[in-house]
T-cell receptor
Framework: KAGVTQTPRYLIKTRGQQVTLSCSPI?????VSWYQQTPGQGLQFLFE???????NKGNFPGRFSGRQFSNSRSEMNVSTLELGDSALYLC?????????????FGPGTRLTVL | AQTVTQSQPEMSVQEAETVTLSCTYD???????LFWYKQPPSRQMILVIR??????QNATENRFSVNFQKAAKSFSLKISDSQLGDTAMYFC????????????FGTGTRLQVTL
């Protein structure tokens, strides 16, 4: 079974631009969570989608948004990029939402904002 | 709100030796899960071991075992017979029992296994 895939793997943008990152979960998984990883703040939860609905949201500004499609693939969008948005963005999929479901992580998308 | 603290930013161990990584957490929840995740230089995060708070028995997965002290809110990871492939960042994580999938992570410990 294929693992979680994320595209693109690397991305370079300039301040003020917007970006869309994609995450394809493991087949059969319906929950997708997004995390931001930076050297300064560590790993922080962005949001979770389950059955095309946002179930949880972390403490990030409204510039960060996401969505989930009927095939469980998820995208996250960051508008008006800032230098501080440079990070590794990880997505994780699980069979369903809920603490008892193991989350499987993708390789991440490295976003650099210049 | 929950917090997870890993007080050892970096550790080094020789191959075949045993190393223990520390993790403490703070929560008012009574039921929760604790995890250790490994992130090798290739970046893909993988689950090493999971502990359910209501289970008193410490979890074990091959060379990896935990020492879970609920009253002390401590959750350390012991790696026995360390191998070069164990070189990675190790993150301790917490999630309260429930319908959410939000993991709270510690800042990580960088483990270097040397010859």
């Amino acid at each position: 079974k294929a693992g979680v895939t994320q595209t693109p793997r690397y991305l370079i943008k300039t301040r003020g631009q917007q970006v869309t990152l994609s995450c394809s979960p493991i087949s059969g998984h319906r929950s997708v969570s997004w995390y931001q990883q930076t050297p300064g703040q560590g790993l922080q939860f962005l949001f979770e989608y389950f059955s095309e609905t946002q179930r949880n949201k972390g403490n990030f500004p409204g510039r960060f948004s996401g969505r989930q499609f009927s095939n469980s693939r998820s995208e996250m969008n960051v508008s008006t990029l800032e230098l501080g948005d440079s990070a590794l963005y990880l997505c994780a999929s699980s069979l369903a939402t809920g603490s008892y479901n193991e989350q499987f992580f993708g390789p991440g998308t490295r976003l650099t904002v210049l | 709100a929950q917090t997870v603290t890993q007080s050892q930013p970096e550790m080094s161990v020789q191959e075949a030796e045993t190393v223990t990584l520390s993790c403490t957490y703070d929560t008012s929840e009574s039921n929760y899960y604790l995890f250790w995740y490994k992130q090798p230089p290739s970046r893909q995060m993988i689950l090493v071991i999971r502990q359910e708070a209501y289970k008193q028995q410490n979890a074990t997965e091959n060379r990896f075992s935990v020492n879970f002290q609920k009253a002390a809110k401590s959750f350390s990871l012991k790696i026995s017979d360390s191998q070069l492939g164990d070189t990675a960042m190790y993150f301790c994580a917490f999630i309260p029992t429930g319908t959410a999938s939000k993991l709270t992570f510690g800042t990580g410990t960088r483990l270097q296994v040397t010859l």
